[in-house]
């Protein structure tokens, strides 16, 4: 009876062992140090998103005159409402809304399907397909080879030409593969004996356990698409169909024209400063992607665990 007493006395439920820890002078220091450090880095990050919000909620006077710090100074909306109220900033956040979407699903699905045949062995000629993709990451036909393409195509000034050229991703592939690699054989055996396909093997099984994967996969598609303006600069000069990041880029060059021809009430263009328009067009566009991450979240948390406990 006494040896089970001290047994228990010494193990002891979970929760009364970790509470009798207790951390020494030097370990406190070091976790005020870390808290510290790392709240610094994170404000480092967040104060030009402040400034930004700060200048969009100031008055003209207040910014003109570069007295605005974190807060604003003269609080107003008006900016905002100039902004959402253009004509051809919504044209381009819906463009880019709609490329961001249809970009994002069709880049996702074609570079599933390409990783799930390259990551069998069985494949014929499967190092030679990888070689090819892999050759495609180092060497391209150049820009005006490119543009020559899609203008033969006739995708000059459309929608297409912004997500077609980037459909498969070599670098994602590889990433996608290396996940499909690591799923156990066994399964897909099994699918085979109950008559399954590859396509319903890919559907069934490879996709719902390669959820972490393929999300992070869709948020690199994603921002790079909504963050592209490089293609709509060389392919695109109708200005209905140019992104919100070309928009701003073009504003962010010269507010003045774009407050000459904003499709708003001239007074209220000559009382708002350029600055202000440049920060909240700015902070616009940088929230809807901000929406995204939620979402894909634990999916994140579940990729950086999967394989981090081994049996």
């Known amino acids: ?32 140090c870390n808290y510290t450090l790392f709240t610094l880095i994170g404000l480092t990050t967040l104060l030009p998103f402040v400034n ?52 994002t699903a069709c880049s996702l699905l074609l570079t599933t399907l390409t990783a799930y045949p ?48 980037a459909m498969v991703n070599v670098f994602n592939m590889l990433v996608i593969k290396n996940y499909f690699e690591g799923i156990p054989d066994s399964l897909e055996e099994s ?19 390669s959820l972490p994967v393929l999300a ?14 490089f293609n709509a600069m060389i392919y695109i000069s109708n200005p209905g169909l140019k992104p919100l990041q070309l928009f701003l880029k073009e504003l962010l060059a010269s507010s003045s024209d774009f407050l000459r021809n904003a499709t708003m009430d001239p007074d209220q263009a000559m009382n708002t400063a350029p600055q202000s328009i440049q920060a ?13 991450y939620p979402f894909l979240q634990k999916y994140f948390v579940k990729g950086v665990l999967v394989g981090s406990v081994k049996e």
């Open 52 to 103: 930004l919000l700060a200048k969009s909620l100031s008055s003209e006077e207040a910014v003109v005159s570069g007295i605005v710090g974190l807060l604003p100074v003269g609080f107003q909306f008006g900016t905002y409402r100039f902004v959402l109220q253009d004509a051809a900033f919504l044209d381009a956040l819906g463009t880019s809304v709609t490329l961001t979407l249809i970009g």
């Open 280 to 292: 909240a067009s700015v902070l616009l566009a940088t929230i809807p992607i901000l929406l995204v």
């Open 1 to 32: 009876m006494s040896s089970l007493t001290t047994k228990s006395a010494l193990t002891g439920p979970p929760a009364r062992r970790s509470s009798k820890i207790r951390k020494s002078g030097p370990e406190k220091l070091f976790d005020v």
């Open 216 to 229: 992070t996969i869709a948020l690199f598609f994603a921002v790079y698409f909504w963050n592209d303006y």
């Open 118 to 165: 390259l990551s069998k062995p069985r494949l014929a000629g499967r190092k030679w397909l990888l070689l090819l993709f892999i050759f495609t990451m180092l060497f391209s036909g150049g820009l005006i080879p490119t543009y020559l393409l899609m203008h033969n195509l006739h995708l000059v000034n459309t929608l297409p030409v912004l997500f077609l050229p």
């Open 191 to 209: 699918a085979k004996l109950d008559g399954a396909g590859n396509i319903r093997i890919l559907y069934a099984i490879y996709l719902p356990l």
